[in-house]
């Protein structure tokens, strides 16, 4: 099954309960299924897409893997880092700001072309301009995407991309 976003986190962006039906429904012997994009840090929030970087994710995301290998299938954890389409309000979230996040970060100070971006209050808004990501903290995002790795492999999956 190709990935899609499906948006069912709760406000610590914990996989629900439906997620892991959703899963499970999905799953068949020898398939393999790709995960939703999967933020990787409090830096990447996106429209309540279950993130991989706190232990209450992880271990959401361990229900959901042994939901699906109960049914013999494989699951593949996509990790994602939003860029500047996360809107800054989503750092209202008590997650993110336990966290340290500071959504909206990019390659550059350029928002997106056209189109409309999610507030946390559900409401289509304009896009931000990102703050352009710094030299000097590349090596933190490698380390978040690393981090990232070791909890999806810790939570089950088959296989990280």
């Known amino acids: 099954m190709a990935p899609l976003?499906?948006?069912r986190a709760d406000d610590n962006l914990v996989p629900h309960v439906n997620a892991i039906e959703y899963y499970a429904q999905r799953a068949t012997p020898g398939g393999l299924i790709i995960t939703e994009a999967t933020p990787i840090s409090a830096e990447t929030p996106y429209n309540y897409a279950p993130g991989i970087f706190t232990d209450a994710q992880e271990a959401g995301w361990t229900k959901i893997v042994d939901a699906?290998?109960?049914?013999?299938?494989?699951?593949?954890?996509?990790?994602?880092?939003?860029?500047?389409v996360a809107h800054p309000s989503w750092a209202e979230l008590p997650v993110i700001k336990a966290n340290g996040g500071k959504p909206g970060v990019?390659?550059?100070a350029v928002a997106i072309p056209r189109g409309t971006v999610?507030?946390?209050?559900?409401?289509?808004?304009?896009?931000?301009?990102?703050?352009?990501?710094?030299t000097w903290e590349i090596p933190r995002l490698v380390e978040d995407y690393r981090r990232a790795a070791v909890r999806a492999k810790r939570a089950?999956?088959?296989?990280?991309?």
């Open 118 to 134: 999610q507030a946390l209050d559900g409401q289509q808004v304009a896009p931000t301009v990102p703050r352009p990501l710094e």
């Open 68 to 84: 699906v290998h109960a049914k013999g299938g494989l699951v593949s954890l996509q990790l994602w880092h939003i860029g500047r």
């Open 156 to 161: 089950g999956f088959d296989a990280v991309h």
């Open 5 to 7: 976003t499906r948006e």
């Open 106 to 108: 990019s390659a550059s």
